[in-house]
């Protein structure tokens, strides 16, 4: 006998509509209801019903949580990064049967979060550490992972969960390599006065990259701006406004950073990239509409969003593995003008 949605509904004492939500774990049923229904279904023997995962008439669900340092948002060109994480991640956790959700954490501290934010049938975290501080990460790390499986893109400062980040060494040592073998001698890096994890790891990646290469990069060739378009091309503008001299090359480590300090070189009369060659780092929609075009260092985020996702499905599975596993992506350089051949 075919046991139909009609003979569900029937014996649930509900509508075919009802049945139909709460089998294709979809809202607008009450989680009572919804018990109801998948109980009904599983006793008339309906073999379309996907319980096994279901946590009190549920779905399981794991949850992005996006942690956002006070007073020190990247850039909202940068939303860019969690549109993009989130649907490399929603196309796999829609693919593994997981509900995902997505969670902003501002303003609270990471363990009151923890302490109060999860329900019966959320099976894990993967925690978006680009504007994230380092004590939050550590707290996170220690707290959160005791008691549900997490995964942190861009984040993990103790090594204890599993991780997907950027190789920023590699990506470094691309752009360096670049420069240096167009002429620019002297190279730089502009960093933004920010402690997220993403760009201390950055700055830390420069200064490596130099030092394995033989060549100079010390504090004297780090200049610090704002995050943001205007307060960084403010900074360069009074840098170059006092006459101060800066290396032939510079790298930044982000695009919005670059952008800022290609439109400040070029309004106080330096040519870009005939003099001064300039890098980015993020392939954000402002480096293919500046003038010049911007050569910057491309990394694929919704990749990342899906790696991240079936780490933690693995982890959900198997808990028993203690050894945290890191995934690192390798970018790819866009070469555009900021960064020809220099001239000068």
């Given at each position: 006998m075919v046991v139909t949605h009609k003979d569900i509904a029937?014996?649930?004492g509900v509508t075919t509509t009802s049945v139909s939500l709460a089998l294709n774990g979809k809202k607008g049923v009450a989680r009572d209801v919804r018990k109801r229904i998948l109980k009904a279904a599983r006793d008339l023997g309906?073999?379309?019903v996907v319980a096994d995962g279901f946590v009190d008439g549920y779905p399981p669900a794991i949850r992005m949580v996006r942690v956002?340092?006070?007073?020190?948002?990247?850039?909202?060109?940068?939303?860019?990064?969690?549109?993009?994480?989130?649907e490399g991640a929603e196309e796999e956790a829609q693919r593994l049967g997981y509900i995902l959700e997505l969670s902003h954490l501002r303003g609270i501290p990471a363990a009151e979060y923890l302490r109060n934010s999860f329900h019966e049938a959320l099976q894990g975290l993967i925690i978006l550490g680009t504007e994230m501080s380092p004590q939050n990460g550590r707290t996170?790390?220690?707290s959160g992972a005791s008691k549900i499986p997490a995964v942190f893109i861009n984040g993990g400062?103790?090594?204890v969960c599993d991780s997907v980040g950027f190789d920023h060494y590699a990506a470094a040592a691309l752009g360096i390599k670049h420069?240096?073998?167009n002429n620019y001698g002297e190279i730089g890096l502009v960093r933004s006065k920010s402690s997220s994890t993403i760009l201390n790891r950055r700055q830390r990646a420069f200064k490596a990259v130099m030092e394995n290469l033989g060549m100079k990069g010390g504090d004297d060739y780090i200049f610090a701006v704002e995050p943001d378009f205007l307060g960084a091309y403010r900074n360069?503008?009074?840098?170059l406004r006092k006459n101060r001299r800066i290396p032939a090359g510079l790298v930044c480590d982000t695009d919005i950073v670059a952008c800022a300090c290609l439109k400040a070189l070029t309004?106080?009369?330096y040519k870009v990239p005939q003099e001064t060659g300039i890098l980015g780092c993020d392939d954000l929609p402002c480096s293919a509409i500046s003038t010049p075009r911007l050569t910057t260092i491309r990394f694929s985020r919704k990749k990342m969003g899906a790696e991240a996702v079936r780490l933690l499905h693995d982890r959900i599975q198997d808990q028993s593995c203690w050894a945290p596993i890191k995934v690192q992506v390798g970018g790819e350089l866009v070469i555009r003008e900021s960064a020809g051949e220099r001239k000068g």
């Open positions: 029937e014996a649930a309906y073999r379309d956002i340092q006070r007073g020190r948002r990247i850039s909202r060109e940068h939303e860019i990064f969690i549109s993009d994480y989130f996170f790390e220690g400062e103790t090594g420069l240096t073998e360069m503008t009074d840098w309004e106080s009369g």
